[in-house]
């Protein structure tokens, strides 16, 4: 006899947890500047913004995470599996997020950031495509889906893109991360729709 699928309660619930605790390992990196008032906040500025971008980076994952879970109502051992390995990669984004602060933005640290992004992005695209297989088997996959597919390939080359151009430009770099998230974020203001990533 076939054991059914989990549903996909405890799957949020873990997965609410470990973002939780990613956000929390990441803000810790702010230190008090030594630098008086103006002066002080202005040495923390490359901080707060690559921490704002890490910050954004994760948000919009634990949202697009949210709204495709909710798409299936049990989750089988190959969405399990891919929700694993997503969190897995983007667990490592605090360690690149310090890395790229601690090293002061050189190339090498900044296409590291870019590439951590890459291989988080493939990894919920992993998961995406395990929730879609569900959909398919279900007959729920709709047509706003490949739509979606297509932009996170899309965004997926623009981090891509990232990885050399910090060879050239690290501040340039940083700039096509922050355009992907902003791709994300500011489209689904308008239209007030869950975002996906």
């Known amino acids: ?21 990613i956000i929390t390992i990441m803000v810790l990196e702010f230190k008090v500047p030594h630098q008086e008032i103006i002066a002080g906040l202005y040495a923390i500025l490359p901080t707060f913004i690559i921490y704002l971008l890490s910050f954004a980076f994760t948000g ?18 190959l969405t399990l599996y891919a929700n694993l390995g997503f969190l897995f990669c983007l667990s490592l984004l605090p360690f690149f997020t310090a890395y790229v602060l601690e090293k002061k933005m050189v190339a090498f640290a900044v296409s590291l950031y870019a590439i951590s992004m890459v291989v988080t992005g493939a ?26 597919l297509r932009k996170h390939l899309n965004s997926l080359a623009l981090y891509l893109v990232a990885v050399p151009v910090a060879y050239y430009r690290s501040y340039l770099a940083i700039a096509i991360i922050a355009a992907v998230t902003l791709m994300w974020i500011i489209p689904n203001l308008a239209t007030r729709q869950p975002t996906e990533d």
Do not use: C
């Not at 919009?60 to 051992?77: G, Q, T």
């Open 1 to 21: 006899m076939s054991q059914k699928p989990p549903p996909t309660t405890r799957l949020e619930a873990f997965s609410d947890g470990v973002i939780a605790v």
């Open 60 to 77: 919009i994952y634990w949202m697009n995470h949210h709204h495709l879970i909710h798409r299936i109502e049990a989750a089988d051992p």
């Open 123 to 148: 990894a919920f695209l992993g998961l995406r495509l395990a929730v879609h297989r569900n959909l398919h088997h279900t007959g729920d996959l709709k047509s706003e889906d490949k739509a979606v």
